[in-house]
């Protein structure tokens, strides 16, 4: 812990003070409102063996609306997780934005005496970004099936909606 702290704050003030190009663009709207984005990362396997993978493929429809298709693919001590949405995201101004969609997540690991289970959700939410490489979302997730998926792997807490709270920061 004492050197992780010191890592972080070395590698934030780098990357704070590091020089940006930006493309120039007529409007104020976001550069991914204007065509087709793709995006993805990946962590480095922990010491328990979780690994943690996403992918983002967004697409302009018009000038202030969106698609977004997200894929995340997790494993924790006890599952493995593919959890995928499809998005409709429309800015009400330079930076406001609400969304809506679908969201689908599969165990991907099968038991030998049940399926892989699913959970089916319905997914709204709002969004501001803050600028063009930092972002925060408020999500609602509301459970449309009945699953036993629960969270980060555990079966025994049953999640009928998740509400979060996330951001981004892209460097």
Not at 34 to 48: D, Q, R
Not at 131 to 155: D, W
């Amino acid at each position: 812990m004492k050197i992780l702290v010191p890592s972080f704050l070395f590698l934030f003030i780098i990357v704070s003070n590091g020089q940006t190009i930006e493309e120039p663009h007529t409007s104020n709207l976001p550069s991914s409102l204007s065509g087709l984005s793709i995006t993805g990362h990946a962590y480095p396997n922990s010491a328990i063996g979780d690994v943690h993978k996403s992918f983002m493929v967004q697409y302009g429809i018009f000038k202030s609306t969106q698609l977004e298709l997200q894929g995340f693919y997790d494993t924790y001590i006890l599952s493995e997780r593919f959890r995928s949405s499809m998005l409709f995201k429309r800015y009400l101004n330079d930076r406001l934005y609400l969304l809506t969609g679908l969201e689908v997540e599969v165990a991907t690991e099968k038991d030998e005496l049940f399926d892989a289970p699913y959970r089916l959700g319905f997914v709204a939410g709002a969004g501001y970004d803050v600028s063009e490489n930092f972002m925060i979302e408020l999500k609602s997730n509301v459970q449309l099936n009945k699953s036993t998926i629960g969270a980060f792997g555990e079966t025994q807490v049953t999640m009928p909606s998740v509400y979060t709270i996330g951001s981004k920061w892209k460097f």
